[in-house]
């Protein structure tokens, strides 16, 4: 199944890393993301690599990736805005690093973990609303 969906998309192991690095130095030079990133991550090593692995599982069906991404998530000071500042330089990075086809494809497929893991942090602010830290 890989190697059909890199031959439909163009899209390889080093143009995932180049669209996470990619992705990743532009949002923590954000002013919406960056100051997120900060407080969270001091070892960006360990993090990309672990990104580079869940975008090759999410575009390529590896299966590389072994985390829980939600529950990561929830617990983040994040809003809606944030998810949508995050989509927007995510699809700005396929754009340049991607085939036309490839772009396409992992962005529909950061649109749905955006979808996703908006919805949890909103439900997880919802139920604990104290435990969650909200940026305004």
């Known amino acids: 199944m890989t190697r059909t969906i890199m031959a439909k998309t163009g899209l390889d192991e080093a143009i995932l890393k180049a669209l996470v690095h990619g992705f990743y130095a532009k949002a923590r030079e954000d ?3 960056g100051p997120i990133f900060a407080e969270r991550i001091s070892d960006w090593g360990p993090h990309l690599d672990r990104m580079v692995d869940f975008w090759s599982s999410v575009a390529l069906m590896t299966g590389r990736y072994h985390g829980a991404p939600v529950p990561a998530h929830t617990s983040l000071p994040v809003t809606s805005a944030h998810f949508d500042r ?7 990075t396929a754009h340049e690093v991607c085939t036309v086809q490839g772009a396409a494809h992992v962005i529909t497929r950061a649109e749905r973990i955006a ?6 942090v909103q439900d997880a602010q919802r139920l604990c609303p104290h435990a969650v830290p909200v940026l305004r």
Do not use: K, Q
């Open 31 to 33: 002013e919406v993301l």
């Open 86 to 92: 995050w989509l927007a330089l995510f699809r700005e």
């Open 115 to 120: 979808r996703s893991l908006n919805m949890a």
